[in-house]
């Protein structure tokens, strides 16, 4: 089992403080009063039950929403007044897919990689590792709309990598991958984040967020219940247990865990 035992780290790679948002036509917000850090070389889970409010902040964190209250700060760049510095340091895989069916699996890397600015050899090497890696060889020429499902979430995963971001964000990442696929996700979480970057990513498989991350944030109706260590949140709970811990703070409607290997590690 892979797990992270780094206590000491640098600076905060994303800051949030205080955001709320609410869509129009709502009276009840679904994210209020959110604060949190994410920082240098950290693993950072977001552990909440279905609708608790993860895939809204995500995407305020990303730009594709907006918010009116609070602040969100990735790298030192305010995301409302340097919107694209802020952005360039991101590198995202919604739990949505979104891709040009129209284009090729390679001529969608290459268009993620124009976007970001990155060198034709930096991007051949890591685009190479990544096809190869995720078993998209013979399928990189083809149209994204042939694809599975599965193969969409790994096309995403390698357009959102190919610009080395120093946070990239996976909402709900395991979510349609083969086991291997799986396995070769998390391996490259631990790794980026041993490069000195940053990974948060959503979850309601409390068994992936215990073995897999340095810190957590558990969120349920839109409010943040704790965040801060596995080690520090055990101690909340003399059960020593997340799982309970998670049930006794949420309506408990998150997966406990999964049969299948996709989600061992």
């Known amino acids: 089992m892979l797990k992270a035992t780094r206590e000491v780290f640098m600076s905060e790679i994303l800051t949030i403080t205080n955001l709320s948002k609410k869509y129009k036509g709502n009276d009840r917000y679904s994210v209020k009063d959110l604060s949190f850090q994410v920082k240098e070389g950290e693993l950072f889970a977001f552990l909440g039950p279905n609708g608790a409010g993860k895939s809204t902040t995500i995407k305020c964190i990303t ?3 907006p918010y009116s209250e609070g602040n969100i700060k990735i790298c030192g760049n ?7 510095e802020a952005k360039k340091n991101i590198g995202y895989v919604p739990d949505n ?12 890397i ?11 050899n930096d991007r051949k090497t890591r685009a190479d590792k990544y ?19 599965g193969m969409k979430q790994k096309i995403c995963v390698i357009g959102a990598l190919i610009h080395n971001p120093k ?12 086991p291997q696929s799986a396995y070769n996700l998390k391996v490259l979480m631990k790794e980026h ?16 967020v215990e073995r897999l991350c340095d810190r957590l944030a558990i969120i349920d109706k839109g409010s943040l219940i704790i965040s801060g260590s596995m080690d520090e949140i055990r101690a909340k709970n003399e059960d020593n247990s997340l799982e309970e811990f998670f049930l006794s703070v949420t309506q408990g409607d998150a997966l406990i865990g999964d049969e299948s290997e996709e989600f061992k590690f």
């Open 63 to 65: 730009g594709a929403l």
């Open 193 to 208: 984040c041993k490069e000195g970057n940053s990974v948060l990513f959503s979850s309601h498989i409390i068994e992936v």
């Open 97 to 108: 897919h979104f891709t040009y069916d129209t284009m090729t699996g390679g001529e969608y």
């Open 78 to 84: 305010d995301l409302h007044d340097r919107p694209i």
């Open 110 to 120: 290459n268009f993620m990689a124009d976007i970001y600015g990155v060198g034709v």
């Open 131 to 149: 096809v190869e890696l995720f078993g998209l060889t013979d399928a990189i020429g083809k149209p994204i709309g042939s694809y599975s499902h």
């Open 167 to 178: 946070l990239w964000i996976l909402d709900e990442p395991l979510t349609g991958l083969d």
